[in-house]
T-cell receptor, first 113, second 116 residues
Framework: RKEVEQDPGPFNVPEGATVAFNCTYSNSASQSFFWYRQDCRKEPKLLMS???SGNEDGRFTAQLNRASQYISLLIRDSKLSDSATYLC??????????????FGTGTRLTIIP | GAVVSQHPSWVICKSGTSVKIECRSL??????MFWYRQFPKQSLMLMAT?????????EQGVEKDKFLINHASLTLSTLTVTSAHPEDSSFYIC????????????FGPGTRLLVL
């Protein structure tokens, strides 16, 4: 099983629609969770952290379900500029005790005018 | 926000040559820098973690003698791909952070390497 698993998409969604992405992670000891966006041929950029209580930033809402090891991202009133690949990112502690971020393969989103 | 630069942004080289990539934190001191690699349509994979003044910690499967990492100062880390081969062609991205928090990790713009 992959450490972080996402539906690769693509999701083609009309402008103004609401879209949701899901992600599952395998390491129950993970403590930090993030959504990043990555534009084509660019570096990833932090979109938002994901907290146990859920968090919202404008049109974006992220939720965490620790029991199911599941993270979600909801985008409301989608804009053309939301077209990107969305990466689910989880911290993993290795057997040697050091932490690292593990990235999902990403979900490709295209907003259609 | 904090800025991390990488140089060069892209490089094309012949098989067997060595390529050095620089990663700089421009407005903060990076106690830790990370080097990632991303192949087309795949996720970012951590190659190594580098703390200033100490040896890098490499991920399983990453050859430390092939991918030389130097983190000699709080603002500069370098990755040298030695004797590059076509299978090393990839998008190499560094990131840097000053505090031990993942939320303060900033990524560089990446370096595209094409080995002919």
């Amino acid at each position: 099983r992959k450490e972080v698993e996402q539906d690769p998409g693509p999701f083609n969604v009309p402008e103004g629609a609401t879209v949701a992405f899901n992600c599952t992670y395998s390491n129950s000891a993970s403590q930090s969770f993030f959504w990043y966006r990555q534009d084509c041929r660019k570096e990833p950029k932090l979109l938002m952290s994901v907290y146990s209580s859920g968090n919202e930033d404008g049109r974006f809402t992220a939720q965490l379900n620790r029991a199911s090891q599941y993270i979600s991202l909801l985008i409301r009133d989608s804009k053309l500029s939301d077209s990107a690949t969305y990466l689910c990112v989880v911290n993993i502690r290795s057997n040697f005790g050091n932490e690292k971020l593990t990235f999902g393969t990403g979900t490709r989103l295209t907003i259609i005018p | 926000g904090a800025v991390v630069s990488q140089h060069p942004s892209w490089v094309i080289c012949k098989s067997g040559t060595s390529v050095k990539i620089e990663c700089r934190s421009l407005d903060f001191q990076a106690t830790t820098m990370f080097w990632y690699r991303q192949f087309p349509k795949q996720s970012l994979m951590l190659m190594a973690t580098s703390n200033e003044g100490s040896k890098a910690t490499y991920e399983q499967g990453v050859e430390k003698d092939k991918f030389l990492i130097n983190h000699a100062s709080l603002t500069l880390s370098t990755l040298t791909v030695t004797s590059a081969h076509p299978e090393d062609s990839s998008f190499y991205i560094c990131s840097a952070r000053d505090l031990p928090s993942w939320e303060t990790q900033y990524f560089g713009p990446g370096t595209r390497l094409l080995v002919l």
